[in-house]
T-cell receptor
Framework: GENVEQHPSTLSVQEGDSAVIKCTYS??????FPWYKQELGKGPQLIID?????GEKKDQRIAVTLNKTAKHFSLHITETQPEDSAVYFC???????????FGAGTTVTVRA | KAGVTQTPRYLIKTRGQQVTLSCSPI?????VSWYQQTPGQGLQFLFE???????NKGNFPGRFSGRQFSNSRSEMNVSTLELGDSALYLC??????????FGPGTRLTVL
């Protein structure tokens, strides 16, 4: 089955700096890669996603890049704010599989 | 539009009991998936339903089962509870085969 590895496990950044989280996947048939943000006591919130026919996608301060050849994808958060502090998960999915395989998560702390 | 709702939010059971968790998807979403979240194993897929049919199942024992009703609402059942079943159980709904939107989860504690 699909194996998704996520790094780093924890990330502390100064407010206003950028944060980068990286994930690798093992199944070359995976073609959908979402990122989720989970705050304490809440369920994961979909923040951005990318499909395998796209190399990069941006939404305000958040961007995701995908390298299909190397089988890795990354989340970039620019101009971080205290409300960006949360646990972030990457995931991968194959067509007609209907299941997400998640990375282990990255705890991001934005220092004021 | 209302989000995914899960009931109950918290549950305490003892070993050997069984439990039923409920999930109401976002209006118009016909796919419902269930995940287990624990500190040790992270987020793990349990099963997915679409139009009352299970389309995929994760690697969990037969004690874990689910179903979906004609209105897309779903339930999952865990029988003969074990201490290791203590977890946050998350339900997600989807309109397409991809974007999944999660509910707040049901926190199950097995004593």
């Amino acid at each position: 089955g699909e194996n998704v590895e996520q790094h780093p496990s924890t990330l502390s950044v100064q407010e206003g700096d950028s944060a980068v989280i990286k994930c690798t996947y093992s199944d070359s048939a995976s073609n959908y890669f979402p990122w989720y943000k989970q705050e304490l006591g809440k369920g994961p919130q979909l923040i951005i996603d990318i499909r395998s026919n796209v190399g990069e996608k941006k939404d305000q301060r958040i961007a995701v890049t995908l390298n299909k050849t190397a089988k890795h994808f990354s989340l970039h958060i620019t101009e971080t704010q205290p409300e960006d502090s949360a646990v972030y998960f990457c995931a991968a999915q194959r067509s007609n599989d209907y299941k997400l395989s998640f990375g282990a998560g990255t705890t991001v702390t934005v220092r004021a | 539009k209302a989000g995914v709702t899960q009931t109950p939010r918290y549950l305490i059971k003892t070993r050997g009991q069984q439990v039923t968790l409920s999930c109401s998807p976002i209006s118009g979403h016909r796919s419902v998936s269930w995940y287990q979240q624990t500190p040790g194993q992270g987020l793990q897929f349990l099963f997915e339903y679409f139009s009352e049919t299970q389309r995929n199942k994760g690697n969990f024992p037969g004690r874990f089962s689910g179903r979906q009703f004609s209105n897309s609402r779903s339930e999952m059942n865990v029988s003969t509870l074990e201490l290791g079943d203590s977890a946050l159980y998350l339900c997600a709904s989807s309109y397409s085969d991809f974007e999944q939107f999660f509910g707040p989860g049901t926190r199950l504690t097995v004593l």
